[in-house]
């Protein structure tokens, strides 16, 4: 069964703006795609959720195509404090429908 | 105040022990999860209650019993522990409608030995 995917890891510098995909061509049809920030010794936490376009609040923002097979998370001017590793969730439609989370981007900031 | 909480935060213990960890949610949710961690940091859904009824049961070893004496609890009581249960599990909740939307505890650790 194909997974739902995410790079591996990504750096990055500073004050960049980055962006982490997640591929999900499974994905069940009235699903929300949701992603979480998880530091070292704690439990992920919610971060933005999205069902197709664009969302965007305080902190991120969420691409989302017509075919809703990929989303990307974009975290504008990124800070030593985004470091962290990046998930996201979705519900994935094989036959009979799974909650799954992707498997996970670490992402370091350089300063 | 903790909205999940899990205990205990670390747990250490031989093969073929039982052991059980607890967990808590005061947030008012339904929906009541587990969750495998690996080395490799995959997350893995494990359970799922809804108001005390099983919803999801991912093929996890039957070693592995889930219970929820009430909406606001869900423990997981492990028998015969194994090298391969070593892992961190972490409890989460949500609202039954924005179950994408989970609240989660900050883990246990468990090293079986």
């Known amino acids: 069964l194909a997974k739902t995917t995410q790079p591996i890891s990504m750096d990055s510098y500073e004050g960049q703006e980055v962006n982490i995909t997640c591929s999900h061509n499974n994905i069940a049809t009235n699903d929300y795609i949701t992603w979480y920030q998880q530091f070292p010794s704690q439990g992920p936490r919610f971060i933005i959720q999205g069902y197709k376009t664009k969302v965007t609040n305080e902190v991120a923002s969420l691409f989302i195509p017509a075919d809703r097979k990929s989303s990307t998370l974009s975290l504008p001017r990124v800070s030593l404090s985004d470091t962290a590793v990046y998930y996201c969730l979705v519900t994935v439609n094989f036959g009979n429908e799974k909650l799954t989370f992707g498997t996970g981007t670490r992402l370091t900031i350089i300063p | 105040d903790t909205a999940v909480s899990q205990t205990p935060k670390y747990l250490v213990t031989q093969m073929g022990n039982d052991k059980s960890i607890k967990c808590e949610q005061n947030l008012g949710h339904d929906t009541m999860y587990w969750y495998k961690q690996d080395s490799k940091k995959f997350l893995k859904i494990m359970f799922s209650?809804?108001?005390?009824?099983?919803?999801i049961n991912e093929t996890v070893p039957n070693r592995f019993s889930p219970k929820s004496p009430d909406k606001a609890h869900l423990n997981l009581h492990i028998n015969s522990l194994e090298l391969g249960d070593s892992a961190v599990y972490f409890c989460a909740s949500s609202q039954k409608l924005a179950k994408n939307i989970q609240y989660f505890g900050a883990g246990t650790r468990l090293s079986v030995l």
């Open positions: 209650y809804n108001n005390k009824e099983l919803i």
